[in-house]
Structures are given as structure tokens and as C-alpha cells.
């Protein structure tokens, strides 16, 4: 299995503020990495595949860098609807044994 | 825009086999493109991909659950379905069904349901 290991648990911003949030892989999964953002009660939303391609209708403000094993997700400039639970998840293994992060939680500081 | 809605019991009893319907509105579930999963969510806590299933028939479960685990589809009624035999207290979660990509990424999720095991 793909262990995926997320940093920091979490993370203090002030709104206006850059957050970088990171995502490791415990083996090469190349590009095939998403990102979601999941709100208290609500389900997770798709940010981000393929480590880099914003999924429809995410803001430009978002953005996914990496490949094989280390992976960034950067918000440029946090807005208050940006304050949320952030995972990644590897898709990379056939069959499929597909693995989330422990997610990172972004909070207001 | 698709959509999906799960649909089931909110309370199991211990040993007994959960049992929930994901129903998908808005687009095909026999669409050759896309396989449609099953995910959990402990109380407080991360995400476990449980299994998915093609319009075929065809499955792939998680191999830490393939023994609980059995998703079945019913595209006449645009439908699929997760079993999860002899539950203890340790499946009680939130159940979201979701609907892959072609790459395995999930871009389009149901509300989600908790479904509690207790006596």
C-alpha cells in the first residue's frame, strides 16, 4: 500500500496570506495525485488531479506542484471560504489501491 | 451535472451486514468512462476508499476490507451498492459514494451518510 503522509496536521494563516500545505508519498506515484478541500459536514470537493490540473471552477488562487513522491499544494492568497480540511490521495496503482492523506486542517490564526 | 444520493439504514447492529444504495441522477451510470466508488470516513478523521465497481459488473476492492466488502450495480435503476458483513463498532462512519474519473481521481461525491453500529 501507498502510505501518504501530510504536513503539518495544521496549519495557521491569516486570511491574505500564502498557505503551503505538503503531501508525501511512501513510493513514486508520478503525477497521479489529487487534492480536495472538505468543509465541516460537508463532502470532499475536487481541487486539483493529474498533481497540477485544477478540477472545474477552482480558483486560479489554487495550484498543485510535484511529482514521484513529494507533492505541494498552495493556496496564493487565503480567503475565508479557503479555511478548511485539505487532502491528497494517490491514484497511482493497478488495480487500484487508492490512498488518501491524513489531511491538513487550515485554520484562521 | 451528476449527482449522487446514498441511501440506507443509519443504525446497525454489531455482526449484522450494513447495507446502503448510492443513486446517480444527472448522467449515465453505463457511461464506459468512469467507475463508481464507495468511501468511508471515521468520526473525525481521514478518508478510506473502500471498493468501486464498473457498469460491467466489474469491482476492485480495498484489500484491507475485501473480505467485508461487496459492491454491486443495477444500471437499469442507475444504481450501485455497497455490503459490509459481521460490522463491529470500528465501521461506524460516514459513507460517501463517489464517481471516479477515468485516471481514479473521484470528482463527483454524494452528501454522505453516517451510519452508526451499536446495539
Known amino acids: 500500500e501507498v502510505v501518504m503522509t501530510q504536513s503539518p496536521a495544521t496549519l495557521s494563516v491569516s486570511p491574505g496570506e500564502r498557505a503551503t500545505l505538503s503531501c508525501r508519498a511512501s513510493?513514486?506515484?508520478?503525477?497521479?495525485l489529487a487534492w480536495y478541500q472538505q468543509k465541516p459536514g460537508q463532502s470532499p470537493r475536487l481541487l486539483i488531479y493529474?498533481?497540477?490540473t485544477r478540477a472545474t471552477g477552482i480558483p486560479a488562487r489554487f495550484s498543485g506542484t510535484g511529482s514521484g513522491t513529494e507533492f505541494t499544494l498552495t493556496i496564493s492568497s487565503l480567503q475565508s471560504e479557503d479555511f478548511a480540511v485539505y487532502y491528497c490521495?494517490?491514484?497511482?496503482?493497478?488495480?487500484?489501491?487508492?490512498?488518501f492523506g491524513g489531511g491538513t486542517r487550515v485554520e484562521i490564526e | 451535472q451528476v449527482q449522487l444520493q446514498e441511501s440506507g439504514p443509519g443504525l446497525v447492529k454489531p455482526s449484522q451486514t450494513l447495507s446502503l444504495t448510492c443513486t446517480v441522477s444527472?448522467?449515465?451510470?453505463?457511461?464506459?468512462?468512469?467507475?463508481w466508488s464507495w468511501i468511508r470516513q471515521h468520526p473525525g478523521k481521514g478518508l478510506e476508499w473502500i471498493g468501486y465497481?464498473?457498469?460491467?459488473?466489474?469491482?476492485y476492492y480495498n484489500p484491507s476490507l475485501k473480505s467485508q466488502v461487496t459492491i454491486s450495480v443495477d444500471t437499469s435503476k442507475k444504481q450501485f451498492s455497497l455490503k459490509l458483513s459481521s460490522v463491529t463498532a470500528a465501521d461506524t462512519a460516514v459513507y460517501y459514494c463517489?464517481?471516479?474519473?477515468?485516471?481514479?481521481?473521484?470528482?463527483?461525491w454524494g452528501q454522505g451518510t453516517l451510519v452508526t453500529v451499536s446495539s
Open positions: 513510493q513514486s506515484v508520478s503525477s497521479n
Open positions: 490521495q494517490q491514484y497511482n496503482n493497478w488495480p487500484p489501491a487508492l490512498t
Open positions: 493529474g498533481a497540477s
Open positions: 463517489a464517481r471516479n474519473s477515468g485516471y481514479d481521481y473521484f470528482d463527483y
Open positions: 465497481i464498473y457498469y460491467s459488473g466489474t469491482t
Open positions: 444527472g448522467g449515465s451510470i453505463s457511461s464506459g468512462n468512469y467507475y
